[in-house]
């Protein structure tokens, strides 16, 4: 099920991450990876994440390598440990729309998004570069756990893309 896509308001928040330039057919070995490091820093330094695991697209070239930050919230800025890097989602108007269903749509969902916020004249606060867009913003929220969800059809995935202002 795909809700309608909407404008929404969104604060800075900062969050730690793993980040990796990779082509799209890497993601899944990428993503065990990046996440058994990043939870394996946030245990050991005693950090809480404040919401739900993301990836953050800040460089898209589907023919090439892309570089995505795999990524929770965290409460305040901090250093990141050996291997992550720390940010901050900007605030800022988004465009987003939320998923419930099987990763392999996501595809389909930002392309939803994308023709959605063309048809309604709103430009991303993105940047063409010759390795490929760049983005302020452009973020998957896994708002469950997959490793806790049994059935696919039940993962809630909330895709939002900054807005320029």
């Given at each position: 099920m795909l809700s309608l896509p909407a404008v929404v308001e969104r604060k800075p928040q900062p969050y730690i991450a793993v980040?990796?330039?990779?082509?799209m057919a890497e993601m899944k070995p990428a993503v065990d990876k990046a996440f058994q490091t990043l939870?394996?820093?946030?245990?050991?330094?005693?950090v809480e994440p404040v919401g739900a695991a993301f990836f953050k697209?800040?460089?898209?070239?589907?023919?090439?390598k892309c570089e995505i930050e795999f990524a929770v919230l965290v409460a305040?800025?901090?250093?990141?440990?050996?291997?992550?890097?720390?940010?901050?989602?900007?605030a800022g108007r988004y465009a987003?729309?939320?998923?419930?269903?099987?990763?392999?749509?996501?595809?389909?969902?930002?392309a939803v998004l994308v023709g959605w916020a063309r048809e309604k004249g709103l430009r991303w606060d993105s940047s063409a570069t010759p390795e490929g867009e760049r983005f302020a913003a452009r973020v998957e929220i896994y708002e469950?756990?997959?490793a806790e969800v049994e059935d696919p059809n039940d993962l809630v995935t909330t895709v939002a893309i900054k807005i320029a202002d």
């Open positions: 980040r990796a330039r990779i082509a939870f394996g820093w946030l245990g050991a330094n005693g697209y800040d460089l898209i070239d589907m023919e090439g305040k800025d901090m250093t990141a440990g050996p291997g992550l890097v720390a940010g901050v989602l900007p987003q729309v939320t998923w419930t269903g099987p990763y392999d749509a996501l595809f389909d969902v930002n469950n756990n997959p």
